[in-house]
């Protein structure tokens, strides 16, 4: 009995760990440089210069639905209107560093 308790145990913590989502870890850093060659041109500052409303200001981002990475993550690899997808330019590795950067910036309001 205690050899199958045993085993039913590992095979819980072997299923959750198996199938658990890894932590974003992202690096800010990198995601400063693939931001500054990428999405400056458009969102220098944390501005957008084709739809002004549409800012990467944390208000902005919150009143659209964005202040997440995941929320962020899936623009940049998919696009949206005018904003081009990045999925074949940027690992998705790339991608977690640009949204991570991106809130890091929206919570310091871009200063």
Known sequence: ??????????????????????ALAADTVNGAKIFSANCASCHAGGKNLVQA?????????????MYSAEAIIAQVTNGKNAMPAF???????????VAAYVLEQADKDWK
Do not use: C, H, W
């Open 1 to 22: 009995m205690k050899k199958i308790f045993s085993l039913v145990l590992l095979g819980i913590a072997l299923f959750t760990f198996a199938f658990s989502k890894p």
């Open 53 to 65: 409303n549409k800012n990467l200001k944390k208000d902005a981002l919150e009143k659209y639905g």
């Open 87 to 97: 999925k074949g330019r940027l690992k998705p590795e790339q991608i977690e560093d």
